[in-house]
């Protein structure tokens, strides 16, 4: 299973870390994706990371504003959100591809998906 945390309420400009934390499965076999999901909009994959080789993948919205990083010793994936604004208001989810699977921002890709932390940007 996949559990998320560290979703809370931040200031316009603000920074913050998600952390996506595994159980019962080998990181090295599989990629993690982080989507968002806002009110009344589609679940966007943001951004992904393969286990065996840590190769990345952003969504252009994204792009040079967010990290993401495992630590394999943890059974963790993090994601570093900096500058953050409104549009990245939303429930952000992980999710876990198929065996071996690589980067991919198709939710229909994805068997496995933890219950989200709600991130808020408020002034």
């Known amino acids: 299973r996949l559990v998320e945390s560290g979703g809370r309420s931040v200031h316009p400009g603000g920074s913050l870390r998600l952390s996506c934390e595994t159980f019962?499965?080998?990181?090295?076999?599989?990629?993690i994706t982080w989507f968002r999901q806002a009110p009344r909009k589609d679940r966007e994959g943001i951004a992904c990371?393969?286990?065996?080789?840590?190769?990345?993948k952003y969504a252009d919205s994204v792009q040079d504003r967010f990290k993401i990083s495992i630590d394999y010793g943890l059974h963790m994936v993090y994601l570093d959100m900096d500058n953050l604004s409104t549009e990245d208001m939303g429930t952000y989810f992980c999710?876990?591809?198929?065996?071996?699977?690589?980067?991919?921002?198709?939710?229909?890709?994805?068997?496995?998906w933890g219950q989200g932390t709600e991130v808020t940007i408020s002034s």
């Open positions: 999710a876990r591809s198929p065996r071996f699977g690589l980067c991919g921002f198709s939710p229909s890709r994805y068997g496995l």
């Open positions: 019962g499965f080998e990181l090295l076999s599989y990629s």
């Open positions: 990371i393969v286990g065996v080789d840590r190769s990345v």
